[in-house]
């Protein structure tokens, strides 16, 4: 019997869809890797985040029950300076 030669054709795209398949398989899973790190990344900068955030509230919260904190609370801007305060016109 001769060798067909849609045999060979459809063998070299079979090759071709198998190393095809093994690299889109590779991409996916360094994406997969990629996300996941990311993710911990984002996760522990929200965290950074909240806790500073909950820093300063803390910060002005305790700064509402002690007046001599109103000097670094205008510093870093979480309070406005009562002389620089806008007044408003009375009529």
Not at 36 to 42: F, G, I, K, P, S
Request: positive net charge; hydrophobic residues 40%.
């Amino acid at each position: 019997m001769k060798n067909s030669p849609l045999t060979s054709i459809l063998l070299a795209v079979l090759a071709i869809s198998a190393v095809w398949s093994v690299i889109s398989c590779m991409q996916y899973i360094t994406n997969t890797r990629e996300i996941r790190r990311l993710q911990n990344q984002v996760a522990a900068a929200q965290y950074r985040q909240n806790a500073f955030q909950a820093l300063l509230y803390d910060t002005k919260d305790y700064g509402k029950t002690h007046p001599q904190m109103d000097p670094i609370l205008e510093s870093i801007g979480l309070k406005r300076n009562a002389k620089s305060a806008p007044t408003t016109p009375t009529k």
